[in-house]
Every structure is written in C-alpha cells, then in structure tokens.
C-alpha cells in the first residue's frame, strides 16, 4: 500500500468517526425530542421520531466506514476482534476499547430496534436506557484515540456535542414527566 | 373486557346521557362511518379483515398513529386515539402497519379477524 | 348425591337463612349446624350446573361453566374474591365476619372440581375479615392449602386481572387481557376467581344438592342472596333474601323506609338509579327491565329530601380519584366528567356549559379503557341524568331542592399504597 493510500485510510478514519459522533449525539437529542413530544414547527411529531430512526441508522453506516478503515489502516492497529471485544488491541488498548465498548452498546441499540415487535417490550426498554451510556463511551473515545484531539476545532466540535447532550438530559428529566405518570391531583368533592 | 381499545368516534347523540342538545364541536371529532365505505373515495375495493386497536394501557399520547393515519385514527380532547371500529380498507393497509410501527409505545397494533 | 344432609330449617318465605347466621358461627356449631361436607366428586360439577347458580359478585356467570373453563391437570388456583372495593356493599364482608367456614368449604369444593392445589382468600385491609379468617382457619386442620391475602383498599382492586396482578407481586390494577385469569393467573397458571358469596353457596350445594338449592329465589334466578341496604331505612345493613323477592319486601326487611324514597340506586357505583316502582324486584330480569343491573345487590335508597344530582356528583369525583390512572380516558375522562357533575351539582355559572359537555366526555370515555370502571361510571351518571332530570334543570337554572344536605353515600379516601 502506497503511503498515500494509507494516509487516505487513516484521514477517513478520523474523518467517518468524527461524523459518527456528531450524528449519534443527534440520535441522542431527537430521542429526547421524541420522548418530549416536540415537534418541528408544525411538522407531525411523528417526524421527529422519523429523523431520530433515520439518523440512527446513518450514524451506524458511518461507524461502518470508520471501523473498516481503522482495521483496514496499518497504522491505527487495531485488529477486527478489538473492534467489539473491548481493551485487547495493543497499541491505546484503552481508547479503542471505549470505541469498541460504545459500538456494542450501539449495536444493540440498534439491533433490538429493528426487532423492535419481536422483542419484549420491557427489554427493549432496558436495552434503550443504554443509549446514556452508549454516548458518553463514544465521545471518551473520541477524545482517548486523539493524535488531534487536542486540535481546536475537533475540541469545539466535542464542546458542542457534550452541550447538547447535557441540555437534552435537562430537558428529559427536569421537565415534566408524561401526562398519566402525574400524581393525580386530589379532588375536592 | 372484549373490545378494548376498538372504538367507535364520537356520534352525535350519546346512548347515555339524556340529550342536552350539545354541539358536536369536539376536539378531533371526526364523522361517524357512513355506508358503503363512500369516506374513503379512491381507495382501492375490498377490506382486509384487519382492525386497528389501542393497548390503553401502554397508550401515552404520543399521538403518531392520528398523524400517520389520519383516515382510522383521530385524538380526543387528551390526545389519546379514538379509532374507527372497523376493518382497514386494503388501500390504507400499509399506512396502518406504517403506524403500529411507528407506535414508540408499541401500543397499537393490528387484530386479523378470523371469520 | 346419595349421601344429601339435612337442611337447617328455614324460618318464613322471605327470610332464609342458608348463608348468614346471626351470629359469628366457631366451627363446632357451623359443624352442628350445617353437617359435615362430603366427599367431592366429579358428580358436582352437574349438580352445580342443574342448581343454575351463578356468581354473586356482580357479573353473574353460570358458576358452572366458570368451573369448566379453569379445570386443568397443571394445578389450578383458587382464588375466594373477599375484597369487595365497593363502598355499598358490605355483604362479602359480614359472610366472611359470620361464616368464615362456609367460605372456606366453598373454596375447598371448588379447589377440589378445579384440581387447584392452592387456595387464597383476598380479603380488604380495612376491618376485621382477614382476622376472622385467620381464627377459622386456625380452628381446623383440612385447610392447610388456604392463606390469606389482604389486599389494598381500591375500588379497582378486587376486578379479576387487578387482583390477579396483585397476587403476582405487582399492583393491584386491572391488567390488559389476554391471557385471561382462567388460561394464566396466579404464577402462571389457570386461576378461578369467584365470589366468596358464589364459593359459600358451592358448599351448601355439595352438601344439599340442587333441588334445594332451587327451593329459594325463581324459576330463572334460583337461589337466595345477600344484599346490602343502606340510606334512607331504618335498619341498615346486610339481609338475606330469595332472588325475586319486590324490592319493596327487601326494604321492609330493613325496617321500612325512613322517608319517601325518591330513587334506588342498585348495583353500586357501576349501577344505576332507578325510580321506585311497585314492579321492582331483586332480580337480573326485572332490574334490566327497569334499565338498571343487579350487580353485587348494593341498594341505597335515596330519601325525598336529599339531592340525587349532589349525590352522584359526589360518587363520580370519588370514582375520578379511584382510577387506576393508567389509561388516559378514565384519568382524565372521569376527571373531567366529575368536574362538570360538580359544577351543576353547586349551581354554578357554568353549569350549563358543563352539561352540554356532557355528551362529548361520554362518547370519548365510552370502552376506552382497559377495564369496566370508566363504563361503569357513565353508567351510573347517565341514569342519574334520567331520573334526577328535574333536578337536574332545578340546578342548571341556579337552585338545589335538598332539605337535608348530609352525604348519603359513602366516598372513602385513597389510603395506602396499589401494592
């Protein structure tokens, strides 16, 4: 393999997770968004939901690109076990291991969704808990395995997705809960 | 408790109330069926034998199936899915599926009636 | 049935004395007065069938063929339903207080058709049921298969999947079906719930077979029953009468009225007022007749100076908070529905408004929630909106006629916990 070629293997890796992480943290808020109820203007909320599975399912096609180029790419050595059996590779065992920790998770995310009517539905629940710790994985990846992580706008790029999260935990737990889980208000006769 | 969550939209003229004379004008308030299925022009013929029902329970207003279905499916004053008591026209079959899907409470579903 | 007892006398045609001693019977003198059940066959499961019994709790099933339905080699359960989460009706609770052992017969005989090696009696929290249980079982040695389960006080909680809920370790609220209780219930396997009226009239049956069974009540409706009376008579509490007696017979067996009776409420908060009538009797065909149900024979008899549209206004918010809030028809239907029965009831401004809305609440409450409660609620405002109706437009146009204002019927608060 030429050095060109894979210096190209090792760009597209960086690139694709960085994509990856971007659009996951954009799962994670239009599940929220979803949870909550919001709607786009005065778009269906179903659409929301939509963007939320759609996106997903991007997100997992770049994880695709960037998990086959970093097996593929000589110098990030990182061989296909370690891409799901977390902290064996050699070489920052520990940062791929969070990568690959994370893409278990999001794997059964993703699995179980779209088996969604053959699953249980409390276990599917369980599995979707998960999602708060899928992304936190992810962004501690992104951040471990960086040769440029300390560069500016890869940083900003962080700042932004770890605001978004947070806000959008905000706005899950701090507003009200769903309408029935209320307390029914007592009732003077 | 045979019939739950297969239910007709509001009609005029509750069995039970004594007629206040009330206005219909209901949130979400959709026509009662009309003969001959002639609410669902264009269409294609014949009927499924599939009916469209609501887990209360599991329910929580999200309200998706009313968005994606409109034709089956309307909300009452609290969100909650009132939907029309009879089988899915063949037309209108994958919209349906689309919305038991769709459902993030897994709530709906769909009931093959076997006569 | 070869080896039939003697019966206990009865005393006069309008009061037998099959289920509800006088007394707390210990179990010598149930023995003495009752005799000693025989052994159960696979014989009387017929015999129940040709006794036309059905279930005492309220829905009235042939007995029979809910024994059929359950019987199972994988061990059944029996469940004796005690729980009686009707304010009205107190009838569950005095058999249980006065014959404890004729319920656990009853339980026993059933657990014997249904081959159940395991038996509960779910009673409620509040009073002494569970107690008096505990005393009788303590007394004898064949029921070691019974316990005891006392189940949080709900209106909701003694409905069939609710309780079989509870049992399973979960809340006491009604549960999506399928699987019925008859198919999967407690731990899994095929459950009878019955009434503990319906499981004490099993042991007299066993003991006394069908055509004595058949001496009391009609041709239709064999059998006697316990009903509850209260409001406006003399001498509230829980009578024993033969099905079909005139509703008038039953309130002279409670001491007559106090003062003229404007309306009954029969069948409890799911029930529905009814205008007194020389015709009425205490009977499914002529309760249906009047456009009312006979349910677990809850009566309140509303006196001529109390306010039936004050009154059901009442019944409905304390049905509201009853909810098991879990479909949101009932929680925020019967909420609204109890909203606008209030302000009619104080003669608001609104109050015109609120009756209009009326019929739109009912047509998006009607059979949308998992279980009775909520039809059972309309049911009962809606009859009051017929018999009270002149009332009803005393109110809309700013006054009430009531002369007594103290509440008739009783409307617990919430307490405790579902589980």
Known sequence: ?189 | ?115 | MSTLLEAPHRTERSTPTRLLPREPLRFAAFARTYGRLPVITEELLEAVELSGLTGRGGAGFPTARKLRSVRSPRGAVVVANGTEGEPVSAKDRALIERNSHLVIDGALVAARLVRARRIVIAVGRAGGAADALERALAERSDATSVSVASVPDRFVAGEESALVHWLNGGEAKPTATPPRPFERGVGGRPTLVQNVETLANLALIARYGPDWFRAEGTIDEPGSVLATVSGAVWQPGVVEVPLGLPMADVVARCGGARESVQAYLVGGYFGSWLRPSPDLRLSRRSLAEAGGSLGARAVVALGEHSCGVVETSRVVTYMAEQSAAQCGPCLFGLRALADCLRSIARCGHDASASYARLELLECQIARRGACAHPDGVLGFAASATRVFRDELARHLAGACSALDHRPVLPTPRPEGSWR
């Open chain 2, 1 to 115: 408790m045979s019939g739950v969550g297969s239910t007709e939209p509001p009609r005029s003229g509750g069995a039970g109330f004594a007629s206040a004379g009330a206005g219909m004008s209901g949130v979400g308030s959709t026509e009662p069926p009309r003969s001959g299925g002639a609410g669902f022009a264009g269409a294609s013929a014949g009927v499924s034998r599939e009916r469209l029902a609501v887990d209360p329970i599991r329910c929580d207003a999200y309200g998706h199936c009313a968005e994606l279905v409109p034709e089956l499916v309307s909300l009452d004053e609290w969100g909650y899915p009132m939907i029309r008591a009879e089988d899915v026209p063949a037309g209108l079959r994958r919209e349906a599926r689309r919305a038991v899907a769709a459902c993030p409470r897994l709530a709906l579903r769909l009931d093959r009636r076997r006569r």
């Open chain 1, 1 to 189: 393999m030429s050095a060109f070629s894979s210096n190209a293997t090792w760009h597209l890796m960086r690139a694709s997770g960085v994509v990856a992480l971007v659009l996951l943290t954009a799962v994670f808020v239009l599940g929220i968004a979803t949870n909550r109820r919001w709607r786009p203007g005065r778009a269906p909320r179903v659409v929301t939901a939509s963007l939320h599975r759609t996106i997903s399912l991007l997100a997992v096609a770049f994880l695709g690109v960037h998990i086959l180029t970093a097996v593929a790419d000589p110098y990030a050595v990182v061989d296909a076990a370690a891409v799901v059996v977390p902290f064996v590779a050699g070489k920052s065992a520990f940062a791929v291991g969070l990568g690959a920790l994370s893409l278990d998770v999001v794997a059964a995310l993703v699995v179980s969704s779209l088996l969604r009517a053959r699953v249980p539905a409390a276990l599917w629940r369980a599995i979707h808990w998960l999602a708060y710790l899928a992304w936190p994985l992810a962004l501690a990846h992104s951040f471990a395995t960086g040769t440029d992580a300390a560069s500016p706008w890869l940083e900003s790029i962080g700042v932004v997705c770890f605001a978004a999260v947070a806000v959008s935990v905000l706005w899950r737990f701090g507003t009200g809960r769903s309408a029935k889980h209320l307390e029914p208000r007592p009732v003077t006769a």
